[in-house]
């Protein structure tokens, strides 16, 4: 990435959805690492809620697949807006938001 501003992506999802058989984050994320998208990070939520305000967290004695989850994407304006329709039709009950970004530090 050679830009020192860039567009961070934030997908909410539910980690239960799949697509073509896999995770949504895992196939978010292979899908970007195709596309030459410089960095993309997954993080597992242990408590949320959304639209619909109902929590969705852990089971105390279960594994829950509707926790949330978060799929962070970074890269240079013109390459978010490559990938981005394609991720965007993925994501059908989810959460999508865009923020530029300051580049500190790439190595």
Same mark, same amino acid.
């Given at each position: 990435?050679?830009? #020192?501003?860039?567009?961070?992506? @934030?997908?909410?999802?539910?980690?239960?959805? @799949? @697509?073509?058989?896999?995770?949504?984050?895992?196939?978010? $994320?292979?899908?970007?690492?195709? #596309?030459?998208?410089?960095?993309? $990070?997954?993080?597992?939520?242990?408590?949320?809620?959304?639209? $619909?305000?109902?929590?969705?967290?852990? #089971?105390?004695?279960? &594994?829950?697949?509707?926790?949330?989850?978060?799929?962070? &994407?970074?890269?240079?304006?013109?390459?978010?807006?490559?990938?981005?329709?394609? &991720?965007?039709?993925?994501?059908?009950?989810?959460? &999508? $938001?865009?923020?530029?970004? @300051?580049?500190? #530090?790439?190595?």
């Amino acid at each position: 990435m050679k830009c #020192r501003e860039a567009i961070l992506v @934030r997908i909410f999802i539910k980690e239960g959805e @799949r @697509r073509e058989g896999k995770p949504l984050y895992k196939f978010i $994320t292979e899908l970007c690492k195709e #596309r030459g998208v410089a960095g993309v $990070t997954v993080f597992r939520g242990i408590l949320g809620y959304g639209k $619909t305000g109902e929590l969705h967290s852990q #089971r105390l004695l279960g &594994i829950s697949s509707d926790l949330p989850v978060v799929v962070e &994407i970074i890269d240079c304006e013109e390459k978010i807006e490559e990938v981005l329709p394609e &991720i965007s039709s993925l994501v059908e009950g989810g959460l &999508i $938001t865009l923020e530029k970004v @300051r580049i500190i #530090r790439y190595n």
